[in-house]
């Protein structure tokens, strides 16, 4: 069972981290927003429910039992919360004429 | 396996600090939401570890769940405002209402 906390631990990990590299690397506000929103939002899945299987691990009880379900609805709440925070600060891009990226840029 | 999660969180909060620099340096303040953004989701996972490494996980459950729902609303208002606004100029308004 280790293994499998620790499996889903790490790709959460991993995920954060290209979501990082995306957010330092991409040229601008859209495609920074398309890194993050994603790998941000598969990331903290994946870590929280590694983290409520470890609560559930050792011994089970109504307090255990209690963390896990509050982890999992962490999990859930990010995995609809975050697209959500993604499409309204798009949509605020874009109202706002905020220029995207165009090929026109990267022979510059 | 504190060890783990103690050198998992060192390494989420390296990346908390490297988007901490879009933060800083970002060219529009569109940009430096983001960033806001992705730190507090880092910073959720970051305090369940700090819970599990100090065994006390029901007291800090709580605190994350707080944290997730206030980033949430954080960066659902600035992008509500920067909407109505219709500018990221800062001083946009003034400069409509005077006619240039």
Known sequence: MHTVVIILILAGTFFFATATLGLLRFPDFYTRMHATGKGDTLGAFLSFVGLALYTLLYEISLDTILVSIKLMFIAIFIFVANPTATHALTKAGLDCDVEPWTKGDASK | ?100
Do not use: H, W
């Open chain 2, 1 to 100: 396996m504190e060890n783990f999660f103690l050198l998992n969180s060192l390494i989420l909060g390296c990346l908390a600090l490297l988007c901490l620099y879009r933060g800083i340096f970002g060219p529009t303040v569109l940009d430096r939401i983001i960033s806001v953004s992705v730190i507090g989701t880092k910073t959720t996972v970051i305090l369940i570890l700090i819970g599990l490494i100090y065994q006390r996980v029901d007291m800090f459950v709580d605190i994350a769940l707080a944290y997730a729902l206030l980033n949430f609303i954080a960066t659902m208002a600035a992008s509500k405002f920067f909407r109505k606004r219709g500018s990221i100029a800062p001083g946009a308004k003034y400069y409509r209402e005077r006619g240039n």
